[in-house]
């Protein structure tokens, strides 16, 4: 049980390669899973069921920054958030993108 988070992680990431075809994809693959662990991490702050909070607290991670801290370190650990940056700047931008195209009402 100690790596669950961990296996969690990688199980959403590699839903999100097998399902991808194109490189914006595989950006909004990760930042939707990066908000969804701070999104149910802030609702465990707030929920008063117990089981609840206890699975969420168990089984999902804080954030992708939280689960790469918490294994590894170093320059290895600088490297890897240096990379969830790009990857989140990336995102920002196919975001930012994808507002300015609509169309306007």
Known sequence: MAYIDLVVLIVLLVFV????KRFQTYMFGFGM??????????????IPIKEVRTFISTYIPESIPSVINH??????????????????AIFLYFVVMVFLKRKKI
Request: proline letters at 0%.
């Open 33 to 46: 899973i990066d908000i969804l662990f701070r999104i149910l991490n802030l609702i465990n702050g707030f």
């Open 71 to 88: 294994y590894t370190s170093g320059v290895f650990n600088t490297v890897l958030i240096w990379v969830y940056i790009v990857i989140m």
């Open 17 to 20: 390669i097998i399902y991808s």
